[in-house]
Nanobody, 116 residues
Framework: QVQLVESGGGLVQPGGSLRLSCAAS????????MSWYRQAPGKERELVAR????????RYADSVKGRFAISRDNAKNTVYLQMNSLKPEDTAVYYC?????????WGQGTQVTVSS
């Protein structure tokens, strides 16, 4: 049974940092690209960052380039999202995800709120 469990969200002031973690189980983690998505109230879910199975390639939304960093530890079946210089517009529920045909799998999400 696939499980993706996010943690690390919370309330942070603008300019602050958070590190999200996603613990994966129930599938061969090291063979799949992993992604972080986010969904703000009233908005569609959007891709934040993606990392290849072997850590060799990463991709970021323009809005987070230079501030966020995705990484993974295949020995721990965990993917991370380091978020720096956070802005109020980064406020959203953040989801860990991967695609195994024929469907996407999602975690339950973790709330990130950036506010003074």
């Amino acid at each position: 049974q696939v499980q993706l469990v996010e943690s690390g969200g919370g309330l942070v002031q603008p300019g602050g940092s958070l590190r999200l973690s996603c613990a994966a189980s129930g599938f061969s983690f090291s063979t799949y690209a992993m992604s972080w998505y986010r969904q703000a109230p009233g908005k569609e879910r959007e891709l934040v960052a993606r990392i290849s199975s072997d850590n060799s390639n990463t991709r970021y939304a323009d809005s987070v380039k230079g501030r966020f960093a995705i990484s993974r530890d295949n020995a721990k079946n965990t993917v991370y999202l380091q978020m720096n210089s956070l802005k109020p517009e980064d406020t959203a529920v953040y989801y860990c995800s991967y695609y195994q045909p024929p469907r996407d799998y999602w975690g339950q999400g973790t709330q990130v709120t950036v506010s003074s």
